[in-house]
């Protein structure tokens, strides 16, 4: 199986810019949760979606939205971007079988405000 | 709601040395843990889990990790290290059902040739 895929892997974005990230998860994984991930930080819970609904969701202003479509393909988006929004944004999908939530990681998309 | 602790943010070990990251979690129910790795500028990737059965749990490439219920650590091990495992290490706790994934804080380990 394709693993977790996450586009694009590099985005540079001004101030006050508006930007969408998009993963695929695993076939047949319907789980996909998002992570912010900075070196002062470190890893962040953003939220979760599964089968199109959000499960749950971290503490994160309103400008981090995202969503789930019916194929389990998952998109994020951050409005009026602050350099502080500079991070590596990981996506993670899982099988959800037992319930376990063992999650298997995309390389994530390196995003970077000036 | 469930918690993870990684108290060390760095560990420094010669090459062929054993090395112990610790982990420990709080949560009021049962539990799921695992290891994750990250090599600089990639995702994480599972290293190992525990999900129930045998407390004691290892990856393909030496490392092991031991669930000790009484208290509360899911401490990751490897009796002899390589330069390649420099990584971070995350651990991370679930408790199943609809709540999500509790990661700490990671440790960086740095192998020293």
């Known amino acids: 199986k394709a693993g977790v895929t996450q586009t694009p892997r590099y985005l540079i974005k001004t101030r006050g810019q508006q930007v969408t990230l998009s993963c695929s998860p695993i076939s047949g994984h319907r789980s996909v949760s998002w992570y912010q991930q900075t070196p002062g930080q470190g890893l962040q819970f953003l939220f979760e979606y599964f089968s199109e609904t959000q499960r749950n969701k971290g503490n994160f202003p309103g400008r981090f939205s995202g969503r789930q479509f019916s194929n389990s393909r998952s998109e994020m988006n951050v409005s009026t971007l602050e350099l502080g929004d500079s991070a590596l944004y990981l996506c993670?999908?899982?099988?959800?079988?037992?319930?376990?939530?063992?999650?298997?990681f995309g390389p994530g998309t390196r995003l970077t405000v000036t | 709601a469930q918690s993870v602790t990684q108290l060390d943010s760095q560990v420094p070990v010669f090459e062929e040395a054993p090395v112990e990251l610790r982990c420990n979690y709080s949560s009021s129910v049962s539990v799921y843990l695992f290891w994750y790795v990250q090599y600089p500028n990639q995702g994480l990737q599972l290293l190992l889990k525990?999900?129930?059965?045998?407390?004691l749990v290892e990856s393909i490439n030496g490392f092991e990790a031991e669930f000790n219920k009484s208290q509360t650590s899911f401490h990751l091990r490897k009796p002899s290290v390589h330069i390649s495992d420099t990584a971070e290490y995350f651990c991370a706790v679930s408790v199943g059902g609809y709540q999500k994934v509790t990661f700490g804080t990671g440790t960086k380990l740095q192998v020293i040739p």
């Open positions: 525990y999900l129930s059965g045998s407390t």
């Open positions: 993670a999908s899982s099988p959800m079988t037992s319930g376990t939530h063992e999650q298997y």
